[in-house]
């Protein structure tokens, strides 16, 4: 008798901890690409800079971004979205720059990404912090 209350016990625990849903932002499709979208303010900590860059989905790849004036170049910079993760694969942008980095959606409002630039051959690390506008 009391292993059988010890089973029903454990079954219902099971039974409840399963049926909980986190709500992480992501949709039904696993995509967290719309909480990226939108138009921010940007801080580059290493030039001391300020920009705004523009985040949109890319049409032809639903788990992409397109950044336009990213690392405050007049052109656009290509994003993987994993999750709440953003990846930017080595890339030319602007004037032939090389940029590679990752970053991560804070909140829904705040976005950290390091990043390497390359400009002439002279690399430099930056971090740039986005906020909602």
Known sequence: MKTLKIFFLFLFTAIVFCSCEKDDGIDDNGSTVDLFVGSWRVSDNELKINYDVTIEK????????????????????????????????????????????????????????????????????????????
Do not use: C, P
Request: hydrophobic share 35%; aromatic share 8%.
């Open 58 to 133: 890319d049409e032809n790849n639903y788990s992409e971004v397109l950044m336009h004036g990213f690392a405050d170049a007049q052109s656009t910079t290509r994003a993987l979205i994993t999750n709440r993760t953003i990846t930017i694969e080595t890339q030319l942008i602007g004037n032939s720059w090389q940029v590679r980095g990752s970053g991560y959606l804070i909140t829904n409002d705040l976005i950290e990404i390091s990043y390497t630039l390359i400009i002439s051959g002279s690399s430099e690390s930056r971090k740039a912090v986005f906020t909602r506008n």
